[in-house]
């Protein structure tokens, strides 16, 4: 039996005060990031959420596809109205991790961890991904809406995960039929509480509590092929300890030779 995705479900679960956002459900997306970018206009409503069941072409960061399957996940794509000062997506991004960790917590009960800068780890396995983009107003050349891209693994995949992933991909393991549509609500919900007062930055803290890298020895790419996921045992990177993050997301680094440095993009990888 195949399970889509209920609109008039997940409006049901969302919170009160955001019950009239818009919602829009597709069976397959080539990739709802991708959606949200040809579909918005000045018309479109902060909290206009794009979910498919499947995607064709879902994307990750720096160039990486992100698997996609029917019946398996969660796909969606939230646009919010850009607030003054976008410069620091990695803030925005660093709060929707938050905002997808306290989610699982209320919906499956499971405590989650962050590695810098959005993966969600479940018990040392990847179960979501998000891709934050700017969409730019044709006609000012400004940044008028993020594109808040999240995937998360439900299920195990009916063909399981594919090699390159195998072994660093893990899912929740929703219980109940109405899981995935409780979850997708209680990630609008939440995400759209954190934005609205982002600049208090009052989740850092528990982003800091959440992280998998504060304090850990970690490897730091900053040029590497794109589309690839770099290796600790393989790849090259400089080694380097995690301190802490700062007040804007970004992660403060201290090399071998003593030099600290806070990257506020690129790629770190840790050994688990
Ligand atoms: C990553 O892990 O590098 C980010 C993955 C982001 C995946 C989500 S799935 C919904 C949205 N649409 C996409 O094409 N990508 C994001």
Known sequence: MI???????????LHEEYKNICIKVFDSLD???????????????HGTTIIADSQTQGRGRLGRSFYSPGETGIYMTMVLDAKEDMSQ????????SVAVCRAIKAVCNL?????????????????CGILTEAITD????????????????????????????????????LRHAEDREKLIAEIISQVLSLYSN???????????????VI????????????????????????????????????????????????????EISIRF
């Open 111 to 127: 405590e989650c961890q962050i590695k810098w800068v959005n993966d969600i780890y479940l018990e040392g396995k990847k179960i």
């Open 215 to 266: 304090g850990k020895e970690v490897k730091v790419f900053k040029h590497y092929q794109e589309g690839q996921s770099p290796d600790y045992d393989t790849d090259g990177g400089v080694v380097a300890t995690v301190m802490d993050i700062d007040q804007n997301g970004g992660l403060l680094v201290r090399y071998a030779d003593g030099q600290i440095e806070t990257l506020n993009t690129g």
């Open 89 to 96: 997506t990695v803030l925005m991004t660093t709060a929707a």
């Open 3 to 13: 399970v889509m995705i209920d609109k008039g479900k997940i409006t049901e679960h």
């Open 198 to 212: 982002i600049e208090t930055r009052e989740f850092i803290e528990e982003y800091k509590e959440r992280s998998l």
């Open 31 to 45: 990739s709802t990031n991708l959606e949200a970018k040809r579909s918005t206009d000045m018309l479109t409503t």
């Open 138 to 173: 044709a006609d000012t050349g400004m940044i008028s809406h993020i594109a808040l891209g999240i995937g998360v693994n439900c299920h195990m995949p009916k063909d399981g995960f594919p090699s390159d992933i195998e072994g660093k991909a893990g899912f929740i393991g």
